[in-house]
């Protein structure tokens, strides 16, 4: 079992940038494909980014692609999300994760979350 950390969360003004880490307590994420999701108030859970087990691989979700990168530090067994030029609508509580396979932009793929940390965006 792998049981992810996130941190790095908090307040940023609209247009500016701000980076989340995810580390692993217990088991390493050397051998997990690792993804972030992100959850607003009333919105159901959705995929943003994730990366292959080898960090060769990365996949995003349209609407941060040019925006968010997904990296991973295999030196510190650290994921990143670093996410640049923020909207309003990147607000909310983003939640890293770990799947062995399956469809990386499913919710259902991952077994293994994190608690959350919460990103708000101001104009």
């Known amino acids: 079992q792998v049981q992810p950390v996130e941190s790095g969360g908090g307040l940023v003004q609209a247009g500016g940038s701000l980076r989340l880490s995810c580390v692993p307590s217990?088991?390493?994420?050397?051998?997990?494909?690792m993804a972030w999701f992100r959850q607003a108030p009333g919105k159901e859970r959705s995929f943003v980014a994730a990366i292959s087990w080898g960090g060769g691989v990365t996949e995003y979700v349209d609407s941060v692609k040019g925006r968010f990168t997904i990296s991973k530090d295999k030196a510190n067994d650290t994921v990143y999300l670093q996410m640049n030029s923020l909207k309003l609508e990147d607000s909310a509580v983003y939640y890293c994760?770990?799947?062995?396979?399956?469809?990386?932009?499913?919710?259902?793929?991952?077994?293994?979350w994190g608690q959350g940390t919460q990103v708000i965006v101001s104009s």
């Open positions: 217990g088991r390493a994420f050397e051998s997990y494909v």
């Open positions: 994760a770990a799947a062995r396979a399956g469809t990386w932009s499913s919710s259902q793929s991952y077994e293994y």
